[in-house]
């Protein structure tokens, strides 16, 4: 009802920047807005296969019948480029004439002969090694190419365009700064002369914005502010009078996708920031974890639809939403989903926001402190994951989805990593169905409190797995007509935080798991068909194509930090006529939370982001004397500290990079403590 008489009002309004009249009658390049609009063939040419993100492609001679003969026809390592555990690898290759384009989580670029794997050109980023206002690890979620250029959005917060044939910089337009919160982890997209730009930083207090830059000149068109400023459209669910709107967060994660029939561009919104902290931010703030429509040639508002009221529990919108056609009770319907931290999908009508199957409004929990939100809204259907947590031993309380909390911590499923987190959802018009990757993990959230200081961490509280519980995952096949499950598998490890999968005509879901295993499914049943070890963790989504009538499914394998996979730098690509067998395996994630490892014995030193691996401890257990003083010193890249879990008796306070400082463990007990910027950092001290 409220959105109703917010869109009629707004339907005047303009929000952002008019574009320069006369954009030009003629398309700066048709052909890659033709493979854009249509079904994914040879050619894979943006992030999501096409306009419409559905990483569905037509090619089939790799089929049910036949995808156990697959085999690696190359395998190419990237020059050890974010091959170091500060980086994930998520990217998806993007394929183009029989040449293959793929980045890395340093922001580096590969062009690859697609046939053979032969490296073409490089292009080294050079970015700041000092950048420590990336939130999940160092990583790019892919390129976007046209006009003979490919695009990428980089950490240093700059979207940069490469010549196509050398890797040349074309052009580089600074859209923040990094100093400022800001990085770009998302991929772009390019449509019709304009490349659109999500940007990142929403545990750093910044104003979420889309930016439309002229792909030709770079140049900025205009931007999109996902946060409103006072008196704008929105801006009467932010307190009146205060500017905490202006560091709401509600960035953008992932790639937009386009309707060229409506004219619309799409992408979904993250956490409203303070991520934890709701006290000050009373109303519903628009536009966090929110999917959000656009006039794609000027970027005035068309609609939206909020997924989370008040969002104080990290509940992102952060996997790319999905274009779909349906029909419905007999009604042809313009679909738009989007699977949400939450482990529901979200399905809408893409020409106007409304629900395409029915979400309602239902009232929830009520915490006065954190000025929780009356209702929240729940889709009729199926949830991909767990929503409530089992009771867990320490904790005075443990609840379902959009439990409140305050100072005391209340264990919650899901948690703040999802549902699911930045993986994308392919959707198959063959078989009807979503493909929803999915972590079950607890955590118990806590709210702490911060003040914002420019380019400092503003989450305002802390969210960490309970030692000791489950984390595992879900690969769910929905229904888009009905939104309910049509194939589930419980999986080892936790999926959803990087990864993904891809669908073919073929009826093959190919996806990767963080144990380095890619696999292929039957998509129709789910039946597995064929799994081949890759040596690192396959935490990317795959890619099809084709080069002189050979079919090839591609994989970046290079670990995701945050889902614990092995790190690595390769790029696989399989057919039929392949002939590499399967690496030895990696070490798998952990499925329980906590520290893991052998319990060391005479040690003084713990080291932080130790062993290449920036989110550990190293030991991650010790055990001391009674009265020894262990020194905790940074040698990783990012600023860490060591604080006492659940007893908050100590803390090392946060150590930049190179930073070190003692503490010493008089009494006898066993102690846990965690990095309170990066809570899936577990130690263990044993004091005897
Ligand atoms: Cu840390």
Request: hydrophobic share 35%; net charge neutral.
């Amino acid at each position: 009802m409220r959105r109703d008489s917010r869109r009629t009002i707004l339907a005047t309004m303009i929000l952002g920047l008019l574009l320069p009249l006369a954009s030009p009658a003629a398309a700066a390049d048709p052909e890659i807005d033709r493979l854009l609009r249509g079904p994914v063939g040879k050619d894979w040419v943006t992030n999501g296969g096409n306009l419409t993100n559905q990483r569905y492609s037509t090619l089939a001679h790799i089929d049910t019948a036949n995808v156990k003969q697959l085999k690696g026809a190359w395998m190419t390592r990237l020059k050890a480029s974010g091959a170091a555990g500060k980086y994930s690898l998520e990217a998806s290759p993007l394929v183009k004439d029989g040449i293959m384009y793929v980045i890395t989580g340093n922001d580096d670029a590969f062009a690859l002969n697609a046939k053979t794997g032969e490296i073409l050109w490089e292009y080294w980023s050079g970015i700041d090694q000092k950048i420590s206002t990336a939130c999940c690890g160092w990583v790019n979620r892919g390129l976007a190419m046209g006009e003979g250029l490919l695009f990428l959005g980089q950490l240093d917060a700059n979207v940069v365009a490469l010549d196509m044939k050398t890797g040349k910089v074309a052009w580089k337009t600074p859209i923040e700064k990094w100093e400022n919160g800001y990085t770009i982890t998302s991929a772009p997209l390019y449509y019709d002369g304009i490349v659109y730009s999500g940007i990142a930083g929403g545990e750093f207090g910044v104003r979420g914005r889309l930016t439309a830059l002229n792909a030709k000149s770079g140049e900025i068109l205009w931007r999109w502010h996902t946060l409103p400023a006072p008196g704008e459209f929105g801006s009467e669910t932010w307190p009146p009078g205060t500017d905490h709107s202006k560091r709401g967060g509600a960035t953008i994660w992932n790639t937009p996708a386009l309707d060229p029939d409506l004219g619309l561009i799409y992408f979904a919104t993250g956490n409203c920031g303070p991520d934890y902290d709701g006290s000050m931010r009373e109303g519903d703030n628009l536009f966090c974890a929110s999917m959000i429509a656009l006039k794609a040639k000027t970027g005035e508002y068309a609609w939206h639809f909020q997924q989370v009221h008040h969002d104080i529990w990290d509940y992102d919108a952060a996997s790319p939403v999905v274009l779909f056609d349906t029909v419905i009770n007999g009604q042809p319907r313009k679909g738009i989903a989007e699977a949400g931290r939450t482990g529901w999908l979200y399905l809408l009508d893409r020409t106007n926001g409304k629900p395409l199957i029915g979400i309602e409004e239902r009232p929830v929990p009520q915490e006065p402190r954190q000025k929780t939100a009356r209702t929240q809204p729940y889709p009729i259907g199926d949830a991909t994951v767990p929503q409530c947590a089992d009771p867990v031993p320490g904790y005075e309380k443990a609840g379902c989805i959009f439990e409140p909390f305050w100072e005391t911590p209340v264990v919650l499923r899901p948690s703040g990593l999802g549902g699911t987190n930045w993986s994308p959802v392919p959707y198959s018009p063959a078989t009807g169905y979503f493909y929803v990757p999915g972590t079950v993990r607890s955590s118990a959230f806590a709210r702490t409190g911060d003040k914002y200081f420019l380019g400092q961490r503003y989450v305002g509280g802390t969210q960490a797995a309970p030692i000791g519980t489950e984390m595992s995952g879900r690969f769910t096949a929905m229904d888009a007509t009905t939104n309910k499950i049509a194939w589930q598998h419980k999986t080892p490890y936790r999926l959803g935080g990087g990864g993904g999968s891809t669908v073919t005509a073929g009826n093959l879901l190919f996806r990767g798991e963080p144990d380095g295993n890619v696999l292929a499914l039957d998509a129709k049943t789910g039946e597995e068909l064929w799994r081949f070890q890759t040596g690192f963790g396959a935490d990317a989504p795959p890619v099809v194509y084709e080069v002189d009538g050979e079919q090839f499914v591609a994989i970046a394998t290079g670990g995701n930090q945050l889902q614990g996979s092995a790190y690595g730098d390769a790029i696989w690509a399989f057919s039929l006529k392949g002939q590499l067998g399967p690496l030895w395996p990696p070490p798998p994630p952990s499925t329980v939370a906590g520290p893991t490892g052998p319990i060391a014995t005479g040690v003084d030193t713990i080291k932080m982001g130790g062993i290449n691996v920036e989110y550990s401890f190293v030991p991650g257990r010790v055990r001391i004397k009674a009265g020894t003083t262990l020194t905790f010193m940074n040698v990783g890249d990012l600023p860490h500290n060591a604080t006492a879990w659940q007893t908050r008796g100590w803390d090392t306070g946060v150590l930049p990079s190179g930073g070190k400082t003692s503490v010493t463990f008089d009494k006898p007990g066993v102690y846990y403590y965690i990095c309170t910027p990066h809570p899936w950092m577990y130690g263990q001290v044993i004091v005897e």
